[in-house]
């Protein structure tokens, strides 16, 4: 059995290249979701955001152990902005696919906001999911077929949430 993450933290080159090697995620694809247009495209996204779709071993990893590395990776204190990208699609955004996700995802949030060691209050929306459409062929993948390519997205040592028994 597996299960569906979506998730955006702007520019998903790097997300992607660092989220799918994480033990139990089995793919990755990019694309545009959270907004308005129908098939969106890199050209034409309207409102949407860079996203992720994250498909997970839910024995493997969990929702919570998924959240905090992408609280880790991208600043989810930052409004409309990651890196010199700005703008909405860039925005820091949970999609979750039903009220547990949700419920995970708050909870992390407010664990993230406790902790004190992010820069500012995280600023991350957490909607429902919805249509998630996929980016170019040439979007993705792209870190590995251009290791040296642009991304804002590393690991900050700094920002490593605390463990609780509760959250796993």
């Known amino acids: ?28 694809r990019v694309g545009y ?3 308005d247009v129908p098939n969106a495209t890199y ?6 955001a ?32 990651q890196g010199n990208d700005l703008g909405s699609s860039y925005r820091s955004a949970i999609y979750y696919v039903d009220d547990e996700q949700k419920r995970i995802a708050e909870d992390a949030i407010a664990d993230v ?9 995280v ?3 957490v909607e429902p999911v919805g249509d998630f459409w996929e980016a170019e062929p040439e979007h993705q993948d792209y870190l590995e077929r251009y290791p040296n390519g642009y991304t804002c997205h590393f690991p900050r040592p700094n920002w490593v949430l605390p463990r609780r028994a509760a959250a796993e």
């Open 43 to 48: 050209r034409n996204h309207g409102t949407h």
């Open 113 to 121: 906001d406790a902790s004190g060691l992010w820069p500012g209050k």
């Open 123 to 125: 600023v991350t929306e």
């Open 33 to 35: 979701t959270g907004g």
């Open 1 to 28: 059995m597996t299960k569906r993450a979506v998730l955006a933290g702007g520019c998903f080159w790097g997300m992607q290249d660092l989220i799918r090697r994480l033990p139990g995620v089995i793919e990755t």
């Open 50 to 81: 860079e996203g992720i779709e994250i498909v997970f071993d839910p024995e493997k990893i969990s929702y919570r152990r998924i959240l905090e590395f992408f609280f880790q990776i991208h600043d989810p204190t930052t409004r409309d902005r």
